[in-house]
C-alpha cells in the first residue's frame, strides 16, 4: 500500500509570508504527527492529530498550527515566516493513538526554504 | 523533561566490521525507546522499537539494540556492516502510553568505508 505522501517537496518562501504543507497518512491511520528537522535543533515534534483533534502540541509558537481533515489527511501552516523556519518537515502516521502501537510511518518531508 | 543522547555524531566503519551506535536516555520512568534510520533526502524508517519484556530487541536489516535500565542506555548494534548501511541513525524516546510524540537524539551519521 501507499506510504505517507508530502506535498510540496519542495518550496521557497521569503520572510513574512505564510505556508501551508499536505500529508497524506497510509490509508487505514488515523494518527498523523509532524516534526521539524533542522541542523542546528535537530528533530523537533510539533504536533499530533487524532481524528480531527490535537492530542499532543510541541515547544512552537502559535504560528505553528495544523488540522486534520475528516479522511485523516493533514496540513500544517507557518504564518509570518521566518529565516529560521527554513527547515524538512516530517510527516508521519500510526494507525492509533493510544496503546502500544508505536510505530511511525514517516514521510519523505517536505523541504521549506525561506529567504 | 526528558532527553537523548548520542555521543558520536560521525562514526566510520569498513565494510564487514562490526557496528555499534551509543544513545543514553534521561527519563523519570522507562520510556519507549527506537531507532529510526535516515538516508540522505529520505524519511525515517524504524529499525526497532523496545515497548518492555526481553531487553534484546531484533530489528531490520541484521539491527540489535539491549536495553539497559541502570545505564540509561540503549545501543545499537550489527555484527557485519554493509555499504547500504550508510546513512544517519537517530535514536528517539517517548512517555509510555504515547509512542507517537517522540524525542529524539542529535543523530550519528554512519560512513561505510570499502
Known amino acids: 500500500k501507499a506510504g505517507v505522501t508530502q506535498t510540496p517537496r519542495y518550496l521557497i518562501k521569503t520572510r513574512g509570508q505564510q505556508v501551508t504543507l499536505s500529508c497524506s497518512p497510509i490509508?487505514?491511520?488515523?494518527?498523523v504527527s509532524w516534526y521539524q528537522q533542522t541542523p542546528g535543533q535537530g528533530l523537533q515534534f510539533l504536533f499530533e492529530?487524532?481524528?480531527?483533534?490535537?492530542?499532543n502540541k510541541g515547544n512552537f509558537p502559535g504560528r505553528f498550527s495544523g488540522r486534520q481533515f475528516s479522511n485523516s489527511r493533514s496540513e500544517m501552516n507557518v504564518s509570518t515566516l521566518e529565516l529560521g523556519d527554513s527547515a524538512l518537515y516530517l510527516c508521519?502516521?500510526?494507525?492509533?493513538?493510544?496503546?502500544?502501537?508505536?510505530?511511525?510511518?514517516f514521510g519523505e518531508g517536505s523541504r521549506l526554504t525561506v529567504l | 523533561a526528558q532527553s537523548v543522547t548520542q555521543p558520536d555524531i560521525h562514526i566510520t566503519v569498513s565494510e564487514g566490521a562490526s557496528l555499534e551506535l551509543r544513545c543514553n536516555y534521561s527519563?523519570?520512568?522507562?520510556?519507549?525507546l527506537f531507532w529510526y534510520v535516515q538516508s540522505p533526502g529520505q524519511g525515517l524508517q524504524l529499525l526497532l522499537k523496545?515497548?518492555?519484556?526481553?531487553?534484546l530487541v531484533q530489528g531490520i536489516k541484521g539491527f540489535e539494540a539491549e536495553f539497559k535500565r541502570s545505564q540509561s542506555s540503549f545501543n545499537l548494534r550489527k555484527p557485519s556492516v554493509h555499504w547500504s548501511d550508510a546513512a544517519e541513525y537517530f535514536c528517539?524516546?517517548?512517555?509510555?502510553?504515547?509512542?507517537?510524540?517522540?524525542?529524539f537524539g542529535s543523530g550519528t551519521q554512519l560512513t561505510v568505508l570499502p
Open positions: 523496545y515497548f518492555s519484556g526481553d531487553t
Open positions: 492529530y487524532f481524528s480531527e483533534t490535537q492530542r
Open positions: 490509508s487505514g491511520h488515523r494518527s
Open positions: 508521519a502516521s500510526s494507525l492509533n493513538a493510544g496503546g502500544l502501537t508505536g510505530e511511525l510511518f
Open positions: 528517539a524516546v517517548a512517555p509510555s502510553g504515547s509512542a507517537r510524540q517522540l524525542t
Open positions: 527519563y523519570g520512568a522507562t520510556p519507549y
